[in-house]
């Protein structure tokens, strides 16, 4: 159109002193358009709000939901809290397998709860929104924790098969100082394979999306809120799963076939069943810590069409209740010094009283 215009004004002035009047005449009709503020395209932007929506298609049997929920989490905390207490006060129960359960006890703790709290103020009140921070620090806990709880039941493997296949050995290998080392090198590699969650979390650009459909915040959840590739955040997420609790699976599986294979070699029936027993307690803890945690893994990565959303999160729900409440319950049962010691501390308490 412009151009139309400057052709048939440079028609009318042929002469070069005209030209530049047509020129300026075409100009004196077009003025350019204000510039419009363009925000840097590096600076962060994150959901303000993100909103857990509790077990979607679930909400109304919230209520109900929350009943079993709140009691497995109150038996949870008062019950690994007074196993880390028993454990803790009892000189005669300072040795390496109840040492690596108090560690277990308060690991159960931190991971009910991390979680539990929210899940019941969903449940209850409705409480479904949280800043992108806490979310993301919810996140961190959740996995810091399940990682160094799975390094402190491979662990409680390899207590159970020096003590088993090698009995002679057991006191000078499993030390004090060995113990607390080995606690102390399950924190500092969960938080080493955890930190860069934050990081893979913290570098995807959102688009508004604010609605996690989920009772707790964790990885996959947010990364989904974002509308970049988050295939990184995939590959790593799998990574950790294959290559760190993956690993001690194999090796917590080769200690108790080793374990296994020692047992049957005793000719008396008596120890048999005395070693098989207490594996037997380590091994339906590892089955309940497992179980769940990785269905819930594949099931959110993988299990989109062919799980139920809601299943998947009510299976994850009970997976951070379900094994600290029955942890303390297992070794409480099956292991004879802490009944014993449970029984003289009950049988004290009524005397006083």
């Known amino acids: 159109m412009l151009c139309n215009r400057y052709l048939s004004l440079s028609k009318r002035f042929r002469h070069p002193k005209c030209k530049l009047c047509a020129q300026q005449a075409?100009?004196?009709?077009?003025?350019?358009?204000?510039?419009?503020?363009?925000?840097?395209?590096?600076?962060?932007?994150?959901?303000?709000?993100?909103?857990?929506?509790?077990?979607?298609?679930?909400?109304?049997?919230?209520?109900?939901?929350?009943?079993?929920?709140?009691?497995?989490?109150?038996?949870?905390?008062?019950?690994?809290?007074?196993?880390?207490?028993?454990?803790?006060?009892?000189?005669?129960?300072?040795?390496?397998?109840?040492?690596?359960?108090?560690?277990?006890?308060?690991?159960?703790?931190?991971?009910?709860?991390?979680?539990?709290?929210?899940?019941l103020a969903i449940f209850w009140f409705h409480s479904t929104s949280i800043s992108f921070d806490s979310c993301v620090s919810q996140m961190f806990f959740i996995h810091f924790i399940f990682v160094a709880e799975s390094a402190i039941l491979l662990a409680m493997a390899f207590d159970r098969y020096v003590a088993i296949c090698h009995p002679l050995r057991y006191t000078t290998i499993l030390t004090t100082s060995v113990i607390w080392k080995t606690g102390i090198a399950a924190v500092v590699r969960s938080f080493f394979i955890c930190c860069p969650f934050i990081f893979l979390v913290h570098r995807l650009t959102y688009c508004g999306r604010n609605i996690i459909p989920h009772s707790y915040c964790e990885h996959m959840g947010i990364a989904r809120l974002a509308c970049d590739n988050i295939n990184v955040n995939i590959i790593y997420g799998l990574t950790v799963a294959l290559l760190s609790t993956g690993l001690d699976i194999v090796f917590i599986i080769i200690s108790y076939t080793m374990i296994l294979f020692t047992v049957f070699q005793i000719p008396s029936w008596a120890a048999r069943f005395k070693a098989l027993n207490t594996c037997g307690s380590h091994i339906c803890v590892m089955l309940l810590f497992y179980t769940p945690a990785f269905f819930s893994f594949f099931a959110h990565r993988f299990g989109g069409k062919t799980v139920p959303l809601h299943i998947h999160i009510l299976v994850a729900n009970l997976y951070v209740v379900v094994p600290p409440?029955?942890?303390?319950?297992?070794?409480?049962?099956?292991?004879?010094?802490?009944q014993d010691r449970m029984i003289l501390l009950f049988s004290s308490i009524s005397v006083c009283c």
Do not use: R
């Not at 409440?325 to 802490?338: A, D, S, W």
């Open 26 to 119: 075409m100009t004196s009709h077009y003025s350019p358009p204000a510039p419009i503020s363009v925000l840097p395209s590096n600076l962060p932007f994150y959901p303000t709000l993100p909103l857990l929506l509790g077990i979607p298609g679930l909400e109304d049997l919230h209520a109900w939901i929350s009943i079993p929920i709140c009691s497995m989490y109150i038996v949870a905390v008062v019950g690994n809290i007074f196993l880390i207490f028993l454990i803790v006060t009892e000189c005669s129960l300072h040795e390496p397998m109840h040492l690596f359960l108090s560690m277990l006890a308060s690991a159960d703790v931190l991971l009910s709860t991390a979680t539990a709290p929210k899940m």
């Open 325 to 338: 409440m029955l942890n303390p319950i297992i070794y409480g049962v099956k292991t004879k010094q802490i």
